[in-house]
Nanobody
Framework: QVQLVESGGGLVQAGGSLRLSCAAS????????MGWFRQAPGKEREFVAA??????????YYTDSVKGRFTISRDNAKNTVYLRMNSLKPEDTAVYYC?????????????????WGQGTQVTVSS
């Protein structure tokens, strides 16, 4: 069983920055595909970013609305994945969830995420 615990959410003014963290249990964290999703009130959950890992290194993926503003990274030694969010906008307001996929291929939005965190609230004021 893998447990994911997000932290780092909060209230920030538009244009500000936050860094979300997702700490994972499990011995094979480095092999997981890790993703960040968000869900705003009254809206469906949407993909934000993902990061894979192979022996050659990692690959990152972003939804178009956050490209150039958000950066996903991982520290396998700490079993943690991060989402650095810069130039935040009010439309980024949502609950942010991290997720882990044990086996994955293809589009990161469609990876079979096996585990989910409880979410952390991000609120961006205008």
């Amino acid at each position: 069983q893998v447990q994911l615990v997000e932290s780092g959410g909060g209230l920030v003014q538009a244009g500000g920055s936050l860094r979300l963290s997702c700490a994972a249990s499990g011995r094979t964290f480095s092999s997981y595909g890790m993703g960040w999703f968000r869900q705003a009130p009254g809206k469906e959950r949407e993909f934000v970013a993902a990061i894979s890992w192979t022996w050659t290194g990692s690959s990152t993926y972003y939804t178009d609305s956050v490209k150039g503003r958000f950066t996903i990274s991982r520290d396998n030694a700490k079993n943690t994945v991060y989402l650095r969010m810069n130039s935040l906008k009010p439309e980024d307001t949502a609950v942010y969830y991290c997720a882990a996929a044990i086996r994955y291929s293809g589009s990161p939005e469609l990876w079979p995420y096996n585990y989910w965190g409880q979410g952390t609230q991000v609120t961006v004021s205008s």
